[in-house]
């Protein structure tokens, strides 16, 4: 198991860019699948992107292709969220989370979110 910090978010203008950090505790990081997910006020909270345990694989919810890059740095224990060309419908708690592959099929571990608002 591992803990999840998240970091990287503010304040920011339309078609502005920002990057988002999580950064993990713990000796089996490399055995987590990790992804991101957001919940604005008054909504649910929803998918917007995953990586797979080597970093070969990843998905992103329709609403953020094209705009948003997920990576991550295993020798580093983290896992990035790169978001350009935001939007005002961006503008969400955004959180990181983890499952470790193949054991768990749903995210388990979450960190405590980052604030990322997108206004002029």
């Known amino acids: 198991q591992v803990q999840l910090v998240e970091s990287g978010g503010g304040l920011v203008q339309p078609g502005g860019s920002l990057r988002l950090s999580c950064a993990a505790s713990?000796?089996?990081?490399?055995?987590?699948?990790m992804g991101w997910f957001r919940q604005a006020p008054g909504k649910e909270r929803e998918f917007v992107a995953e990586?797979?345990?080597?970093?070969?694989?990843?998905y992103y919810a329709d609403s953020v292709k094209g705009r948003f890059t997920i990576s991550r740095d295993n020798a580093q224990n983290t896992v990035y969220l790169q978001m350009n060309s935001l939007k005002p419908e961006d503008t969400a708690v955004y959180y990181c989370?983890?499952?470790?592959?193949?054991?768990?099929?749903?995210?388990?571990?979450w960190g405590q979110g980052t604030q990322v608002t997108v206004s002029s």
């Open positions: 990586i797979s345990v080597s970093g070969g694989n990843s």
């Open positions: 713990g000796r089996t990081f490399s055995s987590y699948v």
């Open positions: 989370a983890a499952k470790r592959a193949p054991l768990e099929r749903e995210y388990k571990l």
